[in-house]
C-alpha cells in the first residue's frame, strides 16, 4: 500500500535551533518526493521536491532535505528555526509517470519559541 | 504571471444540499487536480482532469465530481453533502509530461451543517 508517516505530530524547537522533520514512505514505484508547508488559513507551498539524482536537495527559506533510499526516509532539516517557520509542513510522494495522485503524510505541526 | 486562484474562500451549506467549488489553473498548465484536507490531516486526493477529461480518482464516492472546461477553470461539484464533507478543498494545477510539480490555491473552506 502506498502511504506516507510522519512520525511526530508537533515539534517545538527555540528560535536559532536546528529542526528535522521525519518523513518516512511506502510506495512500489520510484517516487517523486515533496515537502510542502502550510500556514493557518493558507494553501500549500512547496519547500523542495526530489525527482533524481543529487539525493540531498535544497529548497526555499533555507530548506533541505536529503533522500535515503534504504530507509524509505525523506526527512526535511533546517540548521536555524526563525520564528515565521512556524506552520504545518507535509510530506508527499508522488508517481513519475501517469497522473498526479499524490498522497500526503498527516503533517508535522512545528512551534517555534522565543 | 498569476497563480492558481478559488472561489469561494468560505461556504456553508447544510447536509443535503449540493456545493461548486471553483478553480482558475495557474496560466500555462493544463492539468487541475482537487484535494479534500479534514481538520488535522494531510490533503486526500479527489481526482485529476485533463484535457477535460477526468484522469485518475482517490478513494472518493460518485457523488464527488468535477469539470475542467477549455480554459483550463475548473469545478468540484458535491451533491447530498454531508456533515463530514466539512474541509478545505484544495485545487491544484499542473502541466502534463513534466516534473509532476503541482501548485496549490488557497482553498476553499466548506462547512456542512
Known amino acids: 500500500a502506498q502511504s506516507v508517516t510522519q512520525p511526530d505530530i508537533h515539534i517545538t524547537v527555540s528560535e536559532g535551533a536546528s529542526l528535522e522533520l521525519r518523513c518516512n514512505y511506502s510506495?512500489?514505484?520510484?517516487?517523486?518526493l515533496f515537502w510542502y508547508v502550510q500556514s493557518p488559513g493558507q494553501g500549500l507551498q512547496l519547500l523542495l521536491k526530489?525527482?533524481?539524482?543529487?539525493?540531498l536537495v535544497q529548497g526555499i527559506k533555507g530548506f533541505e532535505a536529503e533522500f535515503k533510499r534504504s530507509q524509505s526516509s525523506f526527512n526535511l532539516r533546517k540548521p536555524s528555526v526563525h520564528w515565521s517557520d512556524a506552520a504545518e509542513y507535509f510530506c508527499?510522494?508522488?508517481?513519475?509517470?501517469?497522473?498526479?495522485?499524490?498522497?500526503f503524510g498527516a503533517g508535522t505541526r512545528l512551534f517555534v519559541k522565543a | 504571471e498569476t497563480g492558481v486562484t478559488q472561489s469561494p474562500t468560505h461556504l456553508i451549506k447544510t447536509r443535503g444540499q449540493q456545493v461548486t467549488l471553483r478553480c482558475s489553473s495557474q496560466?500555462?498548465?493544463?492539468?487541475v487536480s482537487w484535494y479534500q484536507q479534514a481538520l488535522g490531516q494531510g490533503p486526500q486526493f479527489i481526482f485529476q482532469?485533463?484535457?477535460?477529461?477526468?484522469?485518475g480518482r482517490g478513494n472518493f464516492p460518485p457523488r464527488f465530481s468535477g469539470l475542467q472546461f477549455p480554459n483550463y477553470s475548473s469545478e468540484l461539484n458535491v451533491n447530498a453533502l454531508e456533515l463530514d464533507d466539512s474541509a478545505l478543498y484544495l485545487c491544484?494545477?499542473?502541466?502534463?509530461?513534466?516534473?509532476?510539480?503541482?501548485?496549490f490555491g488557497p482553498g476553499t473552506r466548506l462547512t456542512v451543517l
Open positions: 491544484a494545477s499542473g502541466t502534463s509530461g513534466g516534473t509532476n510539480e503541482q501548485f
Open positions: 510506495y512500489g514505484a520510484t517516487p517523486y
Open positions: 526530489y525527482f533524481s539524482g543529487d539525493t
Open positions: 508527499a510522494v508522488g508517481p513519475h509517470t501517469g497522473g498526479f495522485k499524490t498522497i
Open positions: 496560466s500555462g498548465h493544463n492539468t
Open positions: 482532469y485533463y484535457r477535460e477529461e477526468e484522469n
